[in-house]
């Protein structure tokens, strides 16, 4: 069976870097980018089963391009990671539609899928 497809949406390159990294290492393959604007435009092209975004980004922030992803697909999980996670935004962000809120920093098993 193919692995699914992975979009990872990160501003920090390190951290991205990282995650695509793993992900690539466990048979993923990956498209990534530095924010949700581009990120959006490659997703209305092509969706994904599973995207992974940061919160705090320019221009357009992880709520907002989860919002747009459930709307425009719904069936796929978004994943949101942050660094600055309270216990109010994860609720924001699973009522959404999230299927997860990662507070950063995180292990690479957390990223298990």
Known sequence: MKPIEILVVEDNQTMRLGIVENLKREGYPVRDFENGEDAWKDFQKKATALVITDLKMQPIDGM??????????PESEV??????????????????????FITKP????????
Do not use: C, P, Y
């Not at 994943?79 to 997860?100: H, N, P, R, Y």
């Not at 995180?106 to 899928?113: G, V, Y």
């Open 79 to 100: 994943l949101m990671i942050s660094a600055f996670g309270t216990i109010e935004v994860a609720v924001k962000a699973m009522q959404v539609g999230a299927a997860d």
């Open 64 to 73: 907002e391009l989860l919002q747009r992803i459930k709307n425009f697909r």
């Open 106 to 113: 995180f292990s690479a098993e957390e990223l298990r899928i």
